[in-house]
């Protein structure tokens, strides 16, 4: 089974038709799908580097094309940082801590209570788009959620050239 | 004369190998240890010589399987069971692996097999012996059963007097006569409220139920019709499948049984491991989950003054997907067990999280062993999913079940996403409660329990290419159904004066969760009536994904002499329908003002009295929203106003939609007045916006200075008890001065628990089954 790059486009922009969404949830996974998705993002974007790896609808791991540093970059053209390190360390952050704040974004009684846990939203420092939202308790660490192993994915799994990386 | 021999009795040849199932079993585990292939078998001989007999021989024991719990479900009584479809059936090989299991509350691939180790590792064969037509009763949670209310009927199939195998049937009974009535009550803080509990106990011989087993049985809970039905339930569907075996051997040969009924594991086991190959991405993901365990109120009344404190259940997970497609689900730091019935068994972690696996990463009718002989498990022993005090209550464990594997799916969801396939992600569970329960007398006069399992049909997490299922589905049964309100109203003393979507319950974000449903339930007809309620209320259990939201938290509405009585004598206005926006409250408006109302964060109750025309609001949870909601079309958000999933209020401020409501209250959203509103939306969120490591300087204060809630502190003392390594990570990530601690003795709280602690294994004659690295 296989999709074409009009239908993996669609699917990215959320606008693939049901039929074909449902077959692609109910049948055995198109191994070529990672080339197509990377090329129809790659398609989207605004900069000339080169994606290595989508992290969120507006996040990417990508090759830098002047360094060939593998970085992490939100779709706006900022850069968070190298592809090591936690993201959210590099964001900006807002933290709902407050009844009044958390009453912002849900009517009463329907969100938690702030002694109990918090809800911290990462943005984007130069466009402002909500990458992430964790809702942890007070106190806790920022989570360094996604550690990939990119090369063994590459090599031994879709069995891709590992794009340059220069640390 | 009456002498007894000192030797015991029954030791048998069982399995006409000369080995005991002790031995055969321990043989099996060193095979598969050695090789790393299930029992050693690196080629699977009847599967690659024979693969079309091995399909047919997979199809009729899979057909049958799934038959006879179609079949047997339709003696029960009790709406759990027949309209809820919470029971399973499971084909066990001799050594009490998997073979296959039937469609419902697979959960139980594993913990059936638990009990069976149990029998074999404590030597039930001697005593009290196994033999064809016996039946073993079991629902003990400190052995693997996941809460008291699975009762399991083990039935061994045997074929010319040599012991081939086990078939287990599970039913969710409606009351297990614990403290309080319903079947995961909440009114007791250990085992010894639980309700009856049976460890693997001899209940029947030679097809028939023992008389003694049917009569104490019978009356140690509070609904015998309900439970002898069931009973009968599991009963027919493990005879039907004994009958399947016996037929499938006749026509295929017992040597083609038994090595299907290991091939089949392994194959399980492969399977696994090529799924996760061709759908994920090896790496280390990590996620998280909480959920409030609020015991301090003054409406948890609860007989320990030890328990009486205010907690949070912790349940970190690292998942490490290994480049041969081998993973490892580590929950090092998660906090101790607790004195309250949402404790879990480690086999409930083994074992379950297979229910929620085949509605993502192994939709297969496959589900064996298989699977978790290519995972390893580290829970370490003391946590809430590993308890190493035989004390423990498990009433309710799924109060953090679901949430704690709710972060697995978050993590394959990161996967999935990133390898671009979309349709896969699922950005969390909804918190599957509140679980209406309570008994007393019934409209029929009779003793009476109950447990409403609308809870099966809360909203769903939501995707990457779309919004969640509104009020569809439960993670611990694949089936999930709501459940119909003339049963429901047949089967409880509770009139419906409303089922609705909720409002704003879904997660926001680009693609929403989907929304919950609430009911507003008048008691009627019903004496001595009590209820309770059972959910996450001051936080939230499910995180949204990438810019997405959670979903809404739980809230609790009940009213008492609300005069529903005289009104609807009268024709007086009623509350009718939903609670639809809780900040501007209107049932009140149409209850006497004699009404005394509780409408609170307070979703842990217990046992309380209701008069009829009493109110009570059960609220079904939502699930977590996905992606930015301000990159959300509007058009679904016009959608969403018109459909009353989403308040206005909240249109404005969290999707920054522009929009007008005509005279007929039709609402119609302004693209490109919505596109200006969110480019002000953007620049807002830096505005109020820190540089994260700006606002870590401001948080690390607060650590050192130790400002914040005691459930907070306790929390993480409990994980730092446990852990050196979550401790280290703690302190590492936010600099703290090496003489740092936090100690749950400076709490000022009850501490029972945090020092001295009796595990299961320290009884005399006791060899507990471990099936994880602890």
Not at chain 2, 59 to 80: D, F, N, Q
Not at chain 2, 614 to 633: K, V
Request: charged share 25%; glycine share 8%.
């Amino acid at each position: 089974m296989s999709y074409t790059n009009e239908q993996v486009s669609h699917l990215v922009e959320g606008s693939l038709d049901w039929e074909t969404t449902f077959r692609m949830l109910s049948m055995p996974k198109d191994n070529s799908r990672f080339e197509q998705y990377l090329a129809a993002l790659q398609a989207k974007v605004g900069f000339k580097d080169r994606i290595v790896l989508p992290l969120a609808p507006h996040m990417y791991i990508v090759q830098s094309a002047k360094t060939k540093q593998w970085l992490i970059k939100c779709d706006c053209g900022h850069e968070f940082c190298d592809y090591k390190e936690n993201w959210k360390l590099h964001a900006s952050i807002y933290v709902r801590d407050t009844e009044e704040a958390m009453t912002e974004v849900y009517p009463k009684l329907m969100a938690p209570d702030t002694e109990w846990q918090v809800y911290r939203e990462y943005y984007c420092p130069t466009c402002g788009t909500l990458h992430d939202v964790e809702a942890p308790t007070p106190w806790y660490p920022v989570i360094h959620d996604f550690e990939p192993d990119i090369e063994a994915f590459y090599k031994e799994w879709v069995h891709l050239p590992v794009p340059e990386r220069v640390d | 004369m009456n002498m007894m021999s000192t030797k015991e009795i029954g030791i048998g040849n069982l399995l006409a190998s000369g080995m005991t199932l002790k031995q055969h079993r321990d043989a099996i585990l060193e095979r598969t240890q050695s090789t790393g292939y299930y029992n050693g078998l690196e080629k699977l001989e009847f599967r690659d010589s024979d693969p079309i007999g091995y399909e047919k021989l997979f199809s009729k024991l899979r057909g049958g399987l799934v038959h006879a719990r179609e079949t047997a479900k339709k003696i029960a009584a009790s709406p759990i069971v027949e309209q809820e479809g919470e029971l399973c059936f499971t084909l066990y090989n001799a050594a009490g692996d998997c073979i296959l299991t039937s469609t419902g509350i697979i959960i139980h691939v594993g913990t059936m097999g638990a009990a069976i180790k149990y029998m074999i590792e404590n030597n039930w064969e001697a005593n009290p012996t196994i033999n064809p037509g016996d039946m073993f009763t079991t629902n003990d949670c400190a052995i693997g059963n996941v809460h008291p209310c699975d009762i399991a009927t083990i039935v061994p199939i045997f074929w010319a007097g040599k012991l081939i195998g086990w078939v287990g049937g599970v039913t969710h009974v409606i009351d297990t006569g614990a403290v309080t009535p319903g079947s995961m009550s909440t009114g007791q803080t250990q085992r010894f409220g639980d309700g009856y509990m049976i460890t693997c106990r001899k209940t029947g011989i030679n097809d028939e139920p023992l008389r003694d087993w049917l009569h104490e049985s019978q009356r140690s809970v509070r609904t015998p019709k309900y439970w002898i039905l069931d009973e009968k339930t599991r009963i027919a569907g493990c005879h039907m499948i004994r009958e399947l075996v016996e037929e499938v051997i006749r026509a295929d040969g017992l040597e083609a049984y038994e090595k299907f009924s290991e091939e089949v594991i392994e194959e399980g086991r492969r399977g696994l491991m090529s799924r996760i190959k061709a759908m994920t991405l090896p790496g280390k993901y990590r996620k998280v989950s909480f959920v409030d365990v609020p015991y301090k109120h003054e409406d948890i009344q609860i007989s320990n003054a030890f328990a009486k404190l205010d907690s949070i259940m912790h349940s970190p997970v690292e998942m490490t997907i290994k480049p041969d497609g081998k993973w490892r689900l580590d929950f090092e730091g998660a906090s101790r067990w607790g004195w309250h019935t949402f404790n879990a068994h480690q086999v409930a972690f083994t074992s379950g999280i297979w229910v929620m696996m085949s509605q993502t990463l192994v939709p297969t009718q496959r589900i064996n062993d298989g699977a978790y002989f290519a995972t390893e498990f580290h829970l370490p022993k003391g946590t809430w999913c590993n308890p190493d005090d035989r004390r423990t209550g498990h009433a309710y464990a799924w109060h953090f079940l679901v949430s704690g594997w709710a972060a697995l799916w978050r993590g394959l969801s990161q996967s999935y996403f990133s390898r671009g396939y979309l349709e896969e992600v699922n950005a969390g569970n909804a918190n599957t409660s509140n679980w209406l329960q309570g008994g007393g007398i019934n409209q029929d006069g009779e003793i009476h329990a109950v447990n409403s399992f609308e809870a099966s049909s809360c909203g769903t997490g939501a995707c990457a290419v779309k919004d969640g299922l509104n009020h569809a589905a439960a993670i611990w049964n694949p089936e999930g159904d709501m459940g119909d309100i003339e049963i429901w109203e047949m089967a409880e003393p509770l009139l419906y004066l409303g089922r609705n979507v909720k409002s704003n319950s879904g997660g926001y974000g680009k693609y929403r969760g989907g929304c919950g449903f609430e009911t507003l339930r008048m008691v009627w007809n019903a004496q001595d009536w009590t209820m309770f309620f059972m959910g996450n209320g001051y936080m939230n259990s499910d995180w949204g994904m990438m810019g997405g939201y959670p979903s809404a938290t739980g809230y609790r509405f009940e009213a008492h002499n609300t005069g529903l009585k005289e009104r609807i004598a009268i024709g007086d206005s009623l509350p009718l329908g939903g609670d639809l926006d809780p900040s501007s409250p209107d049932y009140e408006r149409h209850l006497d003002a004699t009404a005394v109302v509780k409408r609170d964060k307070q979703c842990m109750t217990t046992e309380d009295c209701y008069d009829n025309h009493d109110l009570y609001l059960n609220y079904l949870r939502g699930g977590p929203g996905f992606g930015d909601p301000i990159d959300r079309e509007v058009s679904a958000i016009e959608n969403d106003l018109n459909q009353k999933f989403l308040l206005p209020e909240f249109a404005e401020k969290v999707y920054g939609a522009v929009f007008t409501q005509d005279a007929k209250g039709v609402f119609s959203v302004d693209a490109e007045l919505t596109r200006q509103r969110r480019t002000e939306i953007r620049k807002e969120r830096l505005a109020r916006a820190l540089p994260t490591r700006e606002w870590m300087k401001e948080e690390r204060e607060r650590i050192i200075n130790k400002h914040a809630a005691v459930q907070v502190q306790h929390m993480f003392a409990t994980s730092f008890g446990l852990s050196e390594k979550f401790t280290k990570e703690f302190k590492d990530f936010w600099s703290l001065p090496a003489d740092w601690q936090l100690l749950e003795d400076e709490l000022g709280v009850p501490t029972y628990g945090s020092k001295h602690r009796m595990d299961l294994s320290l009884m005399p004659d006791v060899k507990t089954v471990v099936q994880v690295e602890e």
